[in-house]
C-alpha cells in the first residue's frame, strides 16, 4: 500500500486539467482523490448529460471514460468529445474488454491506481529531450 501511496503522491511537473466521468459515484471520487494527489485539477461528472454539457463549458488537458460506462455510451461520449475539442481520451476499460479505438489511449479497469496514473503521467507530460 505504501509503494501506491507513493506513486500516486508525486505530483505532475504543472497543473493539468481533466474532466473524469462515470456512472458510479463511489468510483468516479476514487478517481477524483487519486488523480488530485498526483497533482492534477480534476472536474468530475456523474452521467452523459452532465458531462456533455460540462465539455461545452470548460477546456480540458485530458477526458477520462471510466469503466461503468456501457460501450455504447462511451462511444457516443468520445464523438460529442472530439466534436466539441482536441483533446486526448483515456477509457477506462472493464477487465476483458478490449480498448475502444476511438479513445487515444486505454487501460483495464483491473491494472491498479499505480498503472492508472503512470498511463495519464504519459499521457500529459510533455516527452524529454535526449541528453547528450
Known amino acids: 500500500m505504501v509503494k501506491v501511496l507513493q506513486m ?3 505530483k ?3 497543473q493539468k486539467s ?3 466521468i462515470s456512472y458510479d459515484r463511489s468510483l468516479l471520487l476514487t478517481r477524483e482523490w487519486m488523480l488530485q494527489e498526483a497533482g492534477y485539477d480534476v472536474t468530475s461528472t456523474i ?4 458531462a456533455v454539457a460540462q465539455c461545452g463549458q470548460a477546456s480540458y488537458d485530458l477526458v477520462i471514460i471510466g469503466h461503468s460506462i456501457p ?3 462511451k462511444l457516443v461520449l468520445i464523438a460529442e468529445v472530439k466534436r466539441n475539442r482536441a483533446v486526448p481520451i483515456l477509457s477506462i476499460e472493464r ?3 478490449q480498448g475502444l479505438p476511438e479513445a487515444d489511449a486505454w487501460v483495464d479497469s483491473i491494472e491498479g491506481p499505480e498503472v492508472f496514473i ?4 504519459k499521457i500529459l507530460r510533455p516527452p524529454t ?3 547528450a
Open 129 to 131: 529531450a535526449a541528453r
Open 47 to 50: 452521467g452523459f448529460t452532465e
Open 118 to 121: 503512470s498511463v495519464v503521467h
Open 95 to 97: 477487465h476483458g474488454e
Open 12 to 14: 505532475a511537473p504543472s
Open 18 to 20: 481533466i474532466l473524469s
Open 71 to 73: 460501450r455504447p455510451d
Open 8 to 10: 500516486v503522491g508525486k
